[in-house]
């Protein structure tokens, strides 16, 4: 592969930065505290890809598309956030709302994304997990 991007992905990208209040709420409820910065905590994350402009479903051209996407899908991405920090759904709020989410997260966005591997790109369905002949969902 070129050491130049040549390989654009149909689909933009999506990160969800904590905020304070997010850090805040992990540092008072998590069981091993560990009082992580803000930063600590934004160091490693989850990218989504998301549909990209030419989408012929829904096209996300700009930031605030990106945003409104990320918004109606906003309890989904919540409970994703907290599960990677927290397993156990009896310490997570209990009362989660829209404006919560958007206090407690902001959005990145970026709708050119590059494949710079030599390797073909791999999907692995967390939602399908096979177990002898047995399906799982």
């Known amino acids: 592969m070129s050491d130049y991007p040549r390989f654009m992905l149909n689909r933009g990208m999506v990160i969800l930065r904590c905020k304070q209040p997010f850090a805040d709420w992990l540092n008072e409820n998590d069981p091993m505290p ?3 910065s803000l930063a600590e905590i934004n160091e ?5 890809l998301i549909p990209g402009y030419d989408s012929q479903v829904e096209p996300v051209e700009i930031h605030k598309d990106a945003v409104g996407w990320v918004e109606r899908r906003w309890q989904m991405f919540f ?3 907290l599960n990677d ?3 156990d759904e009896s310490l997570w709020p209990k009362k989660r709302t829209l404006k919560m989410f958007r206090e407690w997260f902001s959005v990145e966005f970026n709708s ?3 494949d710079m591997a030599d390797e073909p790109l791999a999907i692995e369905d967390w939602d399908a997990l096979e177990v002898g002949d047995e399906l799982l969902h």
């Open 85 to 87: 920090w927290l397993m």
């Open 79 to 81: 409970e994703h956030i």
């Open 112 to 114: 050119m994304v590059w």
């Open 44 to 48: 490693e994350g989850s990218v989504f």
């Open 34 to 36: 560990r009082n992580l």
